[in-house]
Each structure stands twice: as C-alpha cells, then as structure tokens.
C-alpha cells in the first residue's frame, strides 16, 4: 500500500478512534490525525503478523487494525499525557 494511502487510512482510522474514545482528549484535531496515521502504520504492521489486513490496498480488514492501532495509541497518549 502506498504512502498516500496509509495517510488516507490513518485518517479514517483516527476518526473512528476518536469517535470510540469516551470523553475530552487534550491533544485537539491534529494530534488525532497524527495518531490516527501512526496507528495505521503500528495496527498494519502488527495485522500482517496475525494474518488481519493486507498490503494491497484499503480493505474492512486493514481499516479494523488501524483503527485498533489508532485507539491503543490515542489510549496511551491520553494516559501518559494527563
């Protein structure tokens, strides 16, 4: 999957994690986006371990591990940042 659409999952995959995560985050739009990208990257790379997701493009299965990905590290960061 290319770069551009790992950006467009994370997005997506950020969203949903912001939208599943109860209650007020400190770090705003941009820093949901950022998470939203970096837990793509993470949920893919660890999806393609267990056998979830795949390399070749947007699909439900690689949308669900980034979106896991995303709200582990939305999770943390709202832990170790309060």
Do not use: E
Not at 20 to 31: A, E, F, Q, R, T
Not at 39 to 54: D, H, K, N, P, R
């Amino acid at each position: 999957m290319g770069i551009f659409s790992w950006i467009i999952l994370g997005l997506i995959a950020g969203a949903l994690a912001k939208w599943l995560m109860p209650g007020k985050d400190g770090g705003g739009i941009v820093m949901t986006m950022i998470l939203g990208v970096c837990g793509a990257f993470v949920g893919g790379w660890l999806g393609s371990f267990i056998g979830l997701g795949s390399a070749d493009g947007v699909n439900i299965g690689s949308i669900i591990t980034a979106t896991l990905g995303a709200f582990v590290l939305l999770f943390l960061y709202n832990r170790f940042v309060k």
